[in-house]
């Protein structure tokens, strides 16, 4: 079967947002007309707009943003046809987040100090307590991450190993390889101290305990070759 080669910019019109013209994060489509943008160019452009950024056709007169939706399909495409651009991503989002709570406990460590230091009561300024954050932990979990994209994995054992009764599971994308390591000590040994008996590999490679079914399947699994 013959081969052919295709530039990456002649499909630049079909994976980049029309807003910020950089390759689409989030990609999020409007149901009226299909165009995708960046999630955040959207959401930004819809505050004050209640028309496509594209191709102006009007979304809703009042909820605009109950007309837009991820495209996850086309956010693989991209990813898939730009080299590393995921793993930038994943990078600068880390990044953005490890500063912003490294400035909120600095912040609070010196309110404290100073409220200390000239004898001020200090309290929680959130004015949360302990039974409140139970709770709300609690309120957080109660879908068991139903509302989770999920995916299908299946565990193949090797020749060391008997086959597992259920080798098919599926599970949300936030699930980690430690999850995984921990099911398979309580199915197999029914102690889940045994986790550490297992590695768990995807192309060949061991994973990280703390990998996501989501960062291996972008960065591992779409480059193996089956």
């Not at 594209?54 to 939706?69: A, D, L, R, W």
């Amino acid at each position: 079967m013959e081969t052919r080669k295709v530039l990456l910019r002649s499909l630049n019109p079909y994976i980049t947002c029309y807003v910020c013209k950089g390759y689409l994060i989030d990609a999020t489509t409007v149901t009226e007309c299909l165009h995708a943008f960046c999630k955040t160019c959207l959401l930004n452009h819809l505050s004050t707009n209640v028309t496509c950024p594209k191709c102006e056709i009007v979304i809703h007169q009042s909820h605009p943003t109950n007309y837009i939706m991820p495209d996850r399909s086309l956010q693989d495409i991209v990813y898939k046809l730009v080299p590393n651009l995921f793993r930038s991503e994943f990078s600068f989002s880390k990044n953005i987040f490890i500063r912003f709570i490294i400035f909120h406990l600095d912040e609070m460590e010196r309110r404290e100090a100073f409220h200390k230091k000239h004898g001020l009561p200090f309290d929680n300024p959130l004015n949360i307590t302990e039974s409140d954050a139970n709770a709300s932990s609690s309120s957080a979990n109660e879908n068991y991450h139903r509302l989770d994209e999920h995916v299908t994995v299946w565990l193949r054992p090797d020749h060391t190993m008997e086959p597992i009764k259920c080798p098919f599971i599926c599970c949300s994308w936030q699930t980690t390889v430690a999850h995984l390591k921990k099911l398979l000590a309580k199915t197999i040994y029914g102690d889940l101290a045994r986790f550490k008996d297992f590695d768990i590999l995807c192309n060949h490679e061991i994973m990280g305990k703390d990998h996501s079914m989501k960062f291996i399947y972008r960065t591992r699994w779409r480059n193996m070759v089956c």
